[in-house]
Each structure stands twice: as C-alpha cells, then as structure tokens.
C-alpha cells in the first residue's frame, strides 16, 4: 500500500471511529454466510425469500420476535415478543448461541453455535437484510477500504495449487497412495452385511431426545412428516394402494442404509455433526418409531445390528423391465391404421394445472413428484 | 432503441409468454403483406446501423442477448420442500441441434451446490485395489482423455405425468435431460492406475457435497465406458454440474452420475444406498419394487410446437421439430403422429447420430389449420420403441415414479394453442 493511501485510508477510519464504535455489527458478513448455511435448510434470506420450517429474515433486526404474518410460530416465540424481545445484535446472539437456553418452547430444533466468531459473522450477514441495520453498515462502510486492502494483499500469499508428482508403481505413475487415515475419515459407507460398521451403540431413549432436537423440525415428532419432507414412519400395507407411503418400516429394504445415510447426510444443513453412538441411538428410535422394536430400553450396536431385519426385504428384485409385453416383442411398430377409431381426448392437462404461473399451482402435488 | 427499453422479463409467467408469443404472430402477419410506403424497419436508418455498438471486452464472458432473458432454467416450487435438494428443468422449447448450452442444463441437487476450489480438490480410490490412491486435478489432468457426447435424463423425467396430463409444457413433462459434449478420464484407466483386485465385482462413487451422494455401479459398467469428467462444451463443469469433477455414466439414470465426485470404492457386492433402495426404485401396482433399474429406455417428445411455444404463423409451412434418445444406443428411427396414434410419418433425423446421446429430428408439414394430436415415437438400435403411455401403466401401475417414456401427447388447437393431453 502506498504511503498516500495508507495516509487517507487512516483519516478515513480516525473520521468514521465514533460511528464504528457505536456499529452494532462487529462480524464478518462473507464468513457469516458460509455459517448460514447451516440455517439455510429452515431459513430463507434475501430478496424474495419465503418462509420455509423457519421464518423468513429479511428485516429481522429490530423485529419484535414472533411478529412477522404468515409464519405459524411457536406459543412461546410468540409471549416473548409480547414481553418486548426484539432481534438486535445482542438478543440475537443470546439466541443462537442456545435456542432453546433463551426460549423455552422455541420450534427451531438448532441446537446453537458453539462459536463466538460464527455467532458474530452470522449476524452481520443477516445484517446486510436488515434496512434496520442498513444505516449502520453504511457508516461503517468508509472504514472498510483499508480492511479490504489488507485482505487482498493477505490473499496473494495464500498456498499454491497443489501440483501433480509421479509415483513408483501403476500404470501411469500418477497419483499418491492413500494414508489409512484419511481413508477412514471418507470410507463411512455401511452395507447390509454390516462391513463398515463402526463400534458403538446407542438406545431408543437416547435417540428420541436426539431425534427431538434434530430431526422432529422436518420429520415431525413421530416420524410422519412435515410439509414435503420425508415421511419415516408408518405407512405398513399401503404398498399396493392407490397412494402409497414408502417409510423406513413400509419399504426400506436395509436397516444398513438407514444408518448410512443419517450419517453421511443428517441432520439435513449440519451432515457429519452427529457421533457414531448418536446414530446408533437414532436408528434405534427409527426402529421404535417403525413398530419394529417396541422397548424403549432397547440398545442398537454394531453387536446386535444385522440381527435385525426390515419387513419389506423380500419385496424388491431385480430389473426386469424387458420382459414387458411392450418390449418383449420388439419389431416393427403399427404405421397406418393402428387405432380403430377417431382418436378421442381422454384427459388435459388444464384440468388439474399445476403449471408454474398458472392459476393453482399452489394447489397442486395431485400426484407423483421427483421424491 | 438506444435506451433499450425492453420489457422482456425472465419471470413471464407461461400465460404472459402464450400471448406474447400470439402478438408476435399477429406482428409477423403485418410483415407478411409489404405496407403501403414500405417497412420502416427497412426505410428507416436504425440506430445499429448507424452507431457504434460496444466493443470487445464489453462481455468478455459472452452472455445470449437480452431478447432472449427468458430462456431460463425454471422449477416447479411445490414438488420438494427445499431448493437444495429439488430441480430445475431444461428449455427444451427454446433449443435446437442436440448440444444443450452449460447454463441451461437441468439442475438437480440433494445437499445443494458444492461450492469447491479445484486446488482443495481431491479423487480417492480405495477398497479392493491393490494400492489405494489420492489424486489431485493436477493428476487427473495428465491421463489420456476423451470427448464424448451423452445424454444425461434423470430418472424421475416425466414421473409427475403418471396418474395423466398435469403440466403444460415440455420443459416441465420432459425437461430433466441435457446433451453435452464431457472431456475426461476414462474410469477404467484410473482403476487399472489403483489395480482391481479380482474378486472386485462393484464401484461406488461418492460426492463432496452435503449430501455426499453415493451409488453402487456394476463393474462391467464401470470398465465399459464410464467417464471421470471435468469439462463439459469444452469449458470447466458449472458448479451446479459439479465442477470440479463429475461421474459420466452413459445412457443410465442421471442420479448415477455423482457431481463433485471425490471417492470411488471398489467392493464385491452392492451398498444399497438411500438413493437406490429408498428412492430410485421403482413400486409396481402389487406392491413389489424393481431395483437397479439403470437404464434408460428410448424416449422422444416433440419440442416445438408444445404448450410454451404454440404456433404463431397461422397455416402453412410448419416445422416440426422435437429430440430423441436412448440409453441402449443410437436412435435408428422417430416416427410422428398428426393424429393421436392412428396415423405415423417417419420424421428427418438431423445432425450428429451418436450412441447415448440426444438426436434431433424434424417433419416437415402444410399445415391447414385443423387440430392435431401429436405424437413422436423414437426407436432406438436394440430394436426398442417407446410404449403409450397406457401401456406402461398396464404393466407398471401408476407409482412407479422413475423411468415414465411413455408417448406424449399435444393437443394443436386451430388458433396455434397447444395443450398437454392423454388420448383413446
């Protein structure tokens, strides 16, 4: 930096101290939106946001908690706004260092941000939403310049792409050997026979607080469902009906995925956050929640787990679809003549439009989907 | 024109787009019969060509004409219940040629999109090898490599349109498919590189991403012509395509074709993942459910006219125009039907044929102006040709989701309208 910008750059912060020190939002805006993705499965933010399991955040600083139309809030959300609480930088982050801590009741299942930086980087890019908050981040913007430059230059140092190296060996030579540990740290894959399994354990009682905190928001408190997120539980004998409900104890073939994927995958914006003994628990309450073990004491570990069956196992096989009759006889297909009749209009699309911009799609879901 | 006022807005509704897409014809007529005095379009000096327009280095990252902001991915908002994990649908309507452009691709996330440095990048392949081993970018990049051109069809394509004609549109009835050329390693070399040990019968690929997508693919499959792409239209993968690098697995479902690839494990048996026990599996009507159903079946619809794009010329000449493709191969043959079925036309294939990758094809037609009932039916090398659609439910159900290419139909109505139907 130049000894002229470094000159202005200073005037500029020593002109703009008194309003930065008085700036409610001391965190870092791009660092909080990496943090937010963490929220962005319940939570929209930006222009158009809608609500989804959480309200919308668009303005949300200096917003009476539990205030905004059209979000169905918690009963105790809502009291805590009668009882004054607005959302600034410091309410806020009371809140998501430990939801349910500040209020009782609260249906956001997050358990909270265990770290300072992130609580703090996480509000100052919801900030940037907040016409509220707007005025105050203008103020400080002046300041920001010599920040920036700072950055940039400390980017430049940043390490080099990794190059390529040869080794003894193979084919080409290319490539390294992997370390065990790092094929530990990705190989977590789990398969019905049980090879990959880690040791551990966890019960159904353990499970359903986990599953309260962590899953309940979407999956609902018994597994049935909130919205269009996956129905777990129930659904036995519905296979063959008109509309069928394909759950964990109704379908799945393998407890082995079940376990798989809450690990790879779950909770749904927080993946790899739970522990081995955690997804033992919560599988065990799956099981519970299916009717397939019906004790609370019951304790699911590596010891006991392919003991365990799912009901519709048997009921998947193999691709046979070339033996459909339309298939089946290849050849040469009908060109004239291959309707008897004029041909009649049976069904239109009008009828139940769910087109996107046409006048119900909100209505729709009549059927099927990408599931 | 200098101060481009255009109102074309990228969120016209389907209705808005009918209309305007009507107006444009009724506009064309005028042109049609020289006015008195002459077109002053042609008369009159226009701005562009009379001053200058920008010059390089205005785009250097070349964007389609403002004239063309609606030709845009689009979604259907209460099929999922989040956007990370939902999709979007390719405009088929608006596309010729086989080659869909990079920023139109259909999109289709579980954890949404992984956003990955190529440096912080890395391929391991581990299981049954005789060494395991972790590549970087740098390396893949220094195998020998291959262009191809695949069609890549999720299998849930057309799956809202079991229990009947529910979306206007074929972007919306078949829009979860695009047509790229891919740049990269083939699977095999990379596996040969790690050694496969011989009772190796299974790969699975794995995702970076917050979902870390995996499915089991048999070996055969992965020594034939699977692809570990980088480069898709001769440019890095799109991020939503899943850049830095992607498995290409060639005529099988598009759930197959792991983005953000950074693992493949060699096993001998399959894992059974959520996404081909849970879902990907196909429900019959007596309860039971066909499993590692990859392949997929020839299919074809006619893209112009459709329900977003009605005819706006009157009668007359009339290009029919629609797209094909099979995963057991080429398209040897599209038939069209005007009638509903009764009747069948072979239409002009036109431009590159090529195994597993999207044909276009053409019919020709004097329009005089009466309702049609079309209809194409592709046929592909192995002899296979598209069902009707009732004839899948015959066999099928209606819950099946996955792998509807069953016949579609449009209903051409005489003021160029097009309608979503089933027929008799």
């Given at each position: 930096?130049s ?19 008085g ?21 929209a ?23 905004i ?14 009882e ?16 349910k ?12 941000l265990?770290?300072d ?68 740290a990705?190989d977590?894959?789990i ?31 018994f597994?049935?469902?909130v919205?269009?997120?996956?129905v ?56 519970y929640?299916?009717?397939i073990?019906?004790?609370e ?44 009749d ?23 879901a009549?059927?099927g989907?990408?599931? | ?6 109102s074309q807005?990228?969120?016209?509704s ?6 305007a ?45 403002e004239?063309?902001?609606?030709v845009?991915?689009?979604?259907v ?6 956007t990370?994990s939902?999709?979007?649908f ?11 452009p990079n920023?139109i ?7 949404g ?7 912080d ?14 590549f ?35 972007q ?13 390693v ?38 034939d ?32 074709w ?30 039971k ?8 079946d ?9 329900p977003?794009?009605?005819i ?51 019919l020709?037609?004097?329009?005089d ?34 792998h509807n ?8 109505k ?11």
């Open positions: 930096m000894k002229f910008l470094k000159a202005l750059s200073l005037g500029v912060s020593i002109a703009a101290l008194p309003v930065v020190a700036a409610a939002f001391a965190g870092d805006a791009a660092q909080g939106e990496k943090v937010f993705k963490k929220c962005r499965a319940c939570h933010v930006g222009e158009g946001a809608k609500h989804k399991v959480g309200p919308e955040l668009n303005d949300v600083f200096g917003r009476t908690a539990g205030s139309d059209g979000f169905k809030y918690s009963k105790a959300m809502i009291a805590a706004g009668n004054g609480l607005v959302w600034d930088e410091t309410t806020m982050a009371t809140y998501l260092e430990k939801p801590a500040m209020i009782k009741g609260t249906k956001m299942a997050f358990a909270g265990k770290k930086d992130d609580v703090a980087n996480v509000i100052a890019y919801l900030a940037t939403f907040s016409s509220a908050a707007a005025a105050k981040e203008e103020e400080q913007s002046s300041a920001a310049p010599a920040a920036d430059a700072e950055t940039q230059t400390a980017s430049a140092d940043q390490p080099a792409a990794p190059v390529s190296a040869t080794r003894d060996g193979g084919v080409f030579g290319l490539g390294r050997e992997a370390l065990p540990e790092e094929i530990a990705w977590i894959d398969r019905p026979d049980g090879a990959g399994l880690p040791v551990g354990s966890g019960t159904v009682a353990d499970g359903e607080v986990l599953y309260t905190d962590n899953c309940a928001v979407c999956h609902g408190d597994g049935e469902g919205g269009r997120w996956p777990l539980a129930g659904g036995h004998d519905t296979l063959a009906d008109e509309r069928p409900e394909k759950t964990i104890g109704s379908y799945w073939p393998y407890l082995s995925t079940v376990y798989d994927y809450v690990r790879r995958a779950m909770p749904y914006g927080n993946a790899r956050s739970l522990s081995d003994d955690d997804v033992y628990a919560l599988t065990a309450y799956l099981l929640l299916n009717d073990v019906d004790d004491d019951f304790e699911l570990s590596n010891e006991n787990f392919t003991d365990i069956r799912l009901p519709n196992e048997e009921n998947f096989f193999f691709d046979d679809r070339d033996e459909e009759p339309h298939y089946a006889q290849k050849g040469e297909p009908c060109m004239s003549d291959c309707k008897a004029a041909v009649k209009i049976t069904q239109r699309a009008r009828i139940l439009d769910v087109t996107p911009g046409s006048v119900d799609d909100d209505q729709a009549a059927g989907g990408v599931d | 024109m200098s101060d481009k006022t255009v807005s990228p969120n016209l389907r209705r808005s787009l009918l209309k897409g009507l107006a444009t014809g009724v506009a064309a007529g005028a042109v049609g019969t020289a006015r008195a005095g002459g077109d002053p379009l042609i008369t009159e000096i226009q701005d562009w060509n009379r001053y200058l327009g920008e010059g390089v280095q205005a785009r250097p990252y070349g964007m389609p004409s004239y063309e902001a609606h845009v991915r689009r979604d908002e209460w099929l999922t219940a989040s990370e939902s999709i979007n390719t405009p088929l309507h608006e596309l010729d040629g086989i080659i869909t920023g691709c259909f999109e289709r996330h579980h954890g999109i992984a956003e990955i440095n190529p440096a990048h890395r391929l391991m392949i581990n299981g049954l090898v005789d060494t395991p081993l972790v970087t970018m740098e390396d893949l990049k220094r195998f020998p490599r291959e262009n191809r051109v695949y069609f890549l069809e999720c299998a849930a394509n057309s799956g809202m349109e079991w229990r009947g004609s529910q979306l206007n549109g074929c919306y009835t078949h829009g979860m498919v695009h047509c790229v050329v891919y740049t990269g083939p699977l095999k070399l990379l596996l040969e590189e790690a050694g496969i040990k011989t009772n190796a019968k299974w790969v699975m690929p794995e995702g970076a991403d917050a979902s870390a997508m995996t499915r089991s693919i048999p070996m055969e499959k992965a020594l012509d699977c692809l570990v792409a980088f480069k898709m239209n001769g440019e890095a993968l799109r991020p939503e395509q899943g850049y830095p690098l992607r498995m290409v697995v060639p005529g099988w479902e598009g759930n197959m792991v983005k953000w690839l950074r693992r493949i494990e060699v096993g001998d048996e399959p894992w059974h993942q959520r996404e081909e026990t849970s879902k990907y599996t196909d429900l019959l009507e007596n309860g459910a066909r499993r590692f159903t990859w392949v997929m020839p299919k074809s619809v006619i893209t112009n006219p459709s977003q794009a009605p706006s010329h009157g009668k007359g000449p009339l290009v029919i125009s629609g797209v094909a493709w099979s995963g057991n191969g080429r398209i040897t043959r599209v038939d069209v039907s005007l009638d509903g079925g009764r009747n069948w036309k072979t239409a002009r294939i036109d431009g590159p044929s090529l195994p597993k990758a999207m044909h276009r094809f053409y020709d037609i004097d329009w102006g009466s309702d049609l009932l079309l209809q194409s039916r592709a046929m592909d090398e192995h002899g296979y040709y598209q069902p009707t659609k009732n004839e899948l439910r015959v066999s099928r159900g209606e819950n099946s989701i996955y290419n069953g016949i579609q139909t449009w209903h051409v005489a003021d160029g309208t097009v309608e979503n139907v089933e027929v008799s």
